[in-house]
């Protein structure tokens, strides 16, 4: 059974930076597609980036793109999302997700707060 623990969140000025980064565990991760998805308080979750196995192919929300960056290093069964340029707009829970044969994985999130 895979299990997604997020971390690097935090409280960051507008225009600074932040690594969040998903540790898998219980299944080796290079098998799974992962994305990194976020819920800001009284919207629905919204999917920012994702990333096939090997990363061949990656997709970014328009909101982000040229400011975020998911990465993933299968031999240590990390996900990363390199978040730069933030506004007070990407503020939200992050949650990384994995998929494998249609069984969804979601981490417990991780909260990002933009603001000055």
């Known amino acids: 059974q895979l299990r997604l623990v997020e971390s690097g969140g935090g409280l960051v000025q507008p225009g600074g930076s932040l690594r969040l980064s998903c540790a898998a565990t219980?299944?080796?991760?290079?098998?799974?597609?992962v994305a990194w998805f976020r819920q800001a308080p009284g919207k629905e979750r919204e999917g920012v980036s994702c990333?096939?196995?090997?990363?061949?192919?990656?997709n970014y929300a328009d909101s982000v793109k040229g400011r975020f960056t998911i990465s993933r290093d299968n031999a240590k069964n990390m996900v990363y999302l390199q978040m730069n340029t933030l506004k007070p707009e990407d503020t939200a829970v992050y949650y990384c997700?994995?998929?494998?044969?249609?069984?969804?994985?979601w981490g417990q999130g991780t909260q990002v707060t933009v603001s000055s």
């Open positions: 997700y994995a998929v494998l044969y249609g069984r969804n994985y």
């Open positions: 990333a096939t196995t090997r990363s061949d192919v990656t």
């Open positions: 219980g299944s080796s991760l290079d098998r799974y597609a």
